[in-house]
């Protein structure tokens, strides 16, 4: 399946000069999908809505400043293929061409929509991100921040002093926050001061109740209700729902529709442009080392994420990494720092085999696999 049938048309054209308050404006009035940036005619980049609502950017600021780079998308392309590409550049949406002529774009939403039915095979256990960031409701907020920034993630669960989830605290959540605050001390309330707000506990901002999903739930189920309630991700915990398990989000989904029967171990780089002295090649390679040691488990998909800190030392930027594999095993990460994607990717690299060492009792799942491809086959 291409995606001819589910371009989406409802996008605005902004020149790369554009003042971001001007770029507001429209996404206010017109309430578009996506912006498209142009520079000289020429596509240039892309402004989602997450991007602009974080933002606290002053308004002459050029619109190019909060751009972000995506791919441009051929109208008749695989529509496995635009996922990955998508969750590769680390985007939500991104211009869709016939030639050299811009027709719309492509959304993760609108992917998610055309392929629901097909999601009937898989469940939330075989998709979803373990190991779960949390924070405390006592918290404070400044320390939510810094914890959503370093670790570049969208949302934390909260619980309380007994591990026990209490809502979920998102950037949205504290953007919005932010701006009513902005709002009040631009007409004299001194009394929503930033210093303050940092010094709030979570709780001040959590969303509760928390919209959730079990490890038994179908990821059609899960899927649809996140589409209902225009959220990007679902905390999963037990049935009882008073634990945290993990996260599934958007982009769990959108990144297994990219797996693949090829024998090779299908890898995927999100922020592919943070590898610098270390290549694709290598990084594939060295993973595939670290497997090999371990005959019994079968790696059916890699995913390495990188994420720039603003912390440089001689001018290399501090770099966090997170490998993780989807494996006959279960799933297994590991995560470092590093001055350098080099240094991060192997610093990561060596956590992540201590932690196959240690994973015990859990079964090979080759049937949900075999079900999801042919599923995806038919697309």
């Not at 670790?151 to 998102?170: E, F, M």
């Not at 501090?318 to 994607?341: D, F, K, M, P, W």
Request: glycine share 8%.
């Amino acid at each position: 399946m291409d995606i001819t049938d589910i371009v989406v048309q409802e996008f605005v054209e902004v020149d790369a000069d554009e003042r971001l308050g001007k770029v507001r404006s429209l996404f206010e009035s017109k309430n578009p999908k996506g912006i498209i940036v142009m520079e000289d005619g020429e596509y240039a980049g892309v402004i989602g809505e997450s991007e602009l609502v974080k933002s606290r950017i002053e308004h002459d600021t050029k619109a190019s400043v909060l751009m972000k780079s995506a791919p441009r998308i051929d109208e008749r392309e695989n529509i496995r293929e635009v996922a990955r590409l998508l969750t590769e550049g680390d985007v939500r949406i991104a211009p869709v061409y016939a030639g050299e002529k811009l027709v719309g774009i492509i959304t993760t939403d609108a992917i998610l929509n055309a392929v629901l039915d097909n999601l009937d095979v898989l469940d939330v256990e075989q998709v979803y991100s373990g190991d779960p960031l949390t924070i405390t409701d006592q918290s404070r907020i400044g320390q939510a921040i810094n914890r959503l920034r370093e670790h570049g993630v969208s949302r934390l669960p909260v619980t309380d002093g007994n591990g026990k989830l209490t809502g979920v605290l998102t950037t949205h959540d504290i953007v919005d926050f932010v701006v009513r605050d902005q709002n009040r001390q631009e007409k004299g309330d001194r009394s929503g001061d930033i210093d303050r707000m940092l010094d709030l506990p979570v709780y001040n901002l959590t969303t509760s109740p928390v919209l959730t999903t079990t490890p038994s739930e179908s990821v059609k189920d899960a899927v649809k209700r996140m589409l209902e309630n225009d959220i990007a991700g679902l905390i999963v915990t037990p049935d009882d729902a008073e634990t945290v398990l993990g996260v599934m989000t958007k982009t769990d989904i959108m990144r297994a529709l990219t797996f693949t029967e090829e024998s090779q171990m299908d890898v995927q780089i999100t922020n592919v442009d943070l590898i610098d002295t270390i290549s694709r090649g290598e990084i594939t390679d060295s993973i595939t080392q670290v497997v090999d040691k371990y005959k019994q488990m079968d790696v059916h998909h890699a995913h390495v994420r990188f994420h720039e800190h603003k912390e440089k030392l001689r001018g290399t930027p501090l770099i966090q990494c997170q490998i993780r594999l989807r494996t006959s095993h279960g799933q297994v990460a590991g995560s470092g720092e590093g001055y350098g994607a080099d240094h991060a990717f192997h610093v990561a690299l060596d956590k992540l085999e201590r932690n196959v060492l240690e994973m015990k009792g859990i079964n090979a799942d080759e049937k949900y696999r075999g079900q999801l491809l042919r599923k995806l086959g038919e697309l």
